[in-house]
């Protein structure tokens, strides 16, 4: 048995009221003004290559929050002002919240969507799913699992593309591909790799929660940070 994150009435009060500044959470800084295709998420997308994620143009930016999770994506989504100039952006968040055993529920999904959505109004957004916990920790990976099903099932309902990374890390026989972690939750260079042709084909397919009929090709080393480690 998992709790299920989801939206209290507090909450949705105060995601309904006026977006001022919160000193209690930072802001989402460095955000590069040329930034045309924009991957936010936790330490797992620390090893995407900065300039070589551009899915759209040339200018594109990984924002990568160690320890970020579904609360304090919120928080910081809430103290930033629109930034119209972006018109890609992937949000990759989820892990450090399945780590403390809860699942995030479809509700809570789609108050990221909305808020994201106020955030990049003029963005293609692209829901990223939680990766796979390497070492196969059964209630982790059932909160992993559970997770990325309402995400998927929120981005349906949202209209806004799923990005189901379980179809570049694991094999058609649904065996997790080794070799592609350096540790439970990190990918290395390999993984990142793979990371990124996932999220770069979901988009040239346009993937919104149908089951595509082809999968993600072998990852490229191009596409990862190049101070990665496979360790």
């Not at 930033?80 to 018109?87: D, E, G, H, I, S």
């Not at 993984?191 to 929660?209: N, P, Q, T």
Request: with cysteine; net charge neutral; proline share 5%.
């Amino acid at each position: 048995m998992h709790d299920t994150i989801d939206l209290t009435e507090d909450e949705e009060c105060s995601l309904e009221s006026s977006h001022e500044e919160n000193e209690d959470w930072p802001r989402i800084r460095g955000i590069q003004y040329n930034t045309k295709t924009l991957i936010l998420g936790d330490s797992v997308t620390a090893g995407l290559h900065q300039r070589k994620m551009a899915v759209d143009c040339e200018c594109s930016q990984v924002l990568s929050i160690s320890g970020l999770n579904r609360s304090s994506l919120l928080q910081n989504l809430k103290g930033t002002t629109p930034q119209p100039a972006v018109t890609t952006l992937v949000v990759h968040c989820g892990i450090n919240d399945c780590k403390r055993g809860y699942v995030i529920g479809s509700r809570a999904w789609r108050v990221v969507i909305s808020e994201v959505r106020r955030c990049f109004p003029k963005a293609r957004i692209m829901l990223s799913s939680i990766l796979p916990h390497r070492d196969n920790h059964a209630h982790i990976n059932t909160c992993i699992n559970d997770s990325n099903f309402y995400m998927k099932q929120a981005c349906e309902q949202a209209n806004v593309e799923f990005v189901d990374n379980d179809l570049a890390f694991f094999t058609k026989t649904g065996e997790m591909k080794t070799g592609w972690m350096r540790d439970e939750i990190h990918p290395n260079v390999r993984g990142s790799s793979g990371l990124a042709v996932s999220i770069k084909w979901a988009y040239s397919h346009g993937f919104f929660g149908t089951e595509p009929a082809q999968r993600p090709g072998p990852p490229s080393k191009s596409y990862a940070n190049p101070t990665a480690t496979n360790n």
